[in-house]
């Protein structure tokens, strides 16, 4: 096995949308950095592939809300820098009771933080979105600022910077091991690296890298079902009818949130999806025999059925990702308790996407042992008992 005799600055171990991010601004910073990635690009196993994501304001947290002012700007700019458009605004309608809690709180938080918005009483929201169907009076919370991310572009335009910058992105190269100490180092199917830090953003394969780091996160890994539904009418619910992102809440029959995009990526297509999923290995997420339960499916045909009408009744396409769920879903940025030159990025309980700007950035200055720009209390290791330092 070759040893790379270089010393980096930072290796980045995971070339998601977090990864990818985390190298760009380290690379922005002229730090030499390499970014690892065990599969060869582009590829559809982990959690940052396909052709869109939502971007919001809308959040019951005040911290992410505030997150999302950078995160806009840092987008804007990535696409200035590419050429290529990344983001199509779209707005993001929150559909839910009124006096539904989350709904009140969302639009609590919109309010605070001075982001534009619009609330929409049922009839106002019947004539603005006539083919949405209200079936308990729901009310309308309209985001304006909300929109669509195009995923697979965002990834590749993040990948090309690096490299313009100077990092090293090495592809097909799956990490084994790494060993703590000044340096770390990095072992991986081909090779070993040193480098003064080491940043982890390996998505549902986190706890594998941790294994010998003596640390294992409560992450639950989990297979989602990203389905899309034939429109009966082309067009009918298109960027071009003006028809919004929308997140509903508060269903009888829904747990967890229900969303969807205008159709785009498919034509004639919308993707509606279930915030949920079943428990998967990352390793084992296409193996039929693994998922029988299809109850999220279920879910989603009669959500369909009573809201979307002008829908198919069945989903026509369904493809997978992956989620990495904490308990409170909410991030893990943080040091590794004992090793301080080790950081992870974990968690990002699906609704990481929009955020990555302002996560590669917060996991770059932890690598480098600069003052963050964001109060890191909510993404702390310590908040999950018995996980401390004192712990290990």
Partial sequence: MAFQKDLYDAIVVGAGIQGCFTAYHLAKHRKS????????????RGSSHGQSRIIRRAYPEDFYTQMMDECYQIWAQLEHEAGTQLHRQTGLLLLG?????????????????????????????KQRFPNIQLTRGEAGLLDKSGGVLHADKALKALQDAVRQLGGILHDGEKVTEIKPGLPVKVKTTSRSYQAKSVVITAGPWTNRLLSTLGIQLPLRTLRINVCYWREKVPGSYGGSQAFPCFLSLG????????????????????KVCYHHGNDADPEERDCPSAFSD?????????FVRDHLPDLGPTPAI????????????????????????????????GHGFKLSPVVGKILYELSMKLTPSYDLTPFRISRFPGLGKAHL
């Fill in 33 to 44: 950095v390499l970014l690892l990635e065990q599969f060869f690009l582009p590829h559809s």
């Fill in 97 to 125: 009771k009124k006096e539904h809690p989350e709904f009140q709180t969302v639009q609590a938080t919109l309010s605070r933080q001075g982001v534009e918005h619009q609330l929409l009483p049922s009839e106002e929201l």
């Fill in 251 to 270: 269903l009888d029959l829904a747990p967890h949130h229900i969303y969807g995009l205008p159709a785009g990526e498919y034509p004639g297509l919308v």
């Fill in 294 to 302: 299809n109850q999220d499916v279920q879910i989603l045909c009669r």
């Fill in 318 to 349: 369904m493809e997978h990702c992956m989620y990495t769920n904490t308990p409170d879903k909410h991030f893990i940025l943080d040091r590794h308790p004992k090793y301080n030159n080790i950081v992870i990025g974990a968690g990002f309980s």
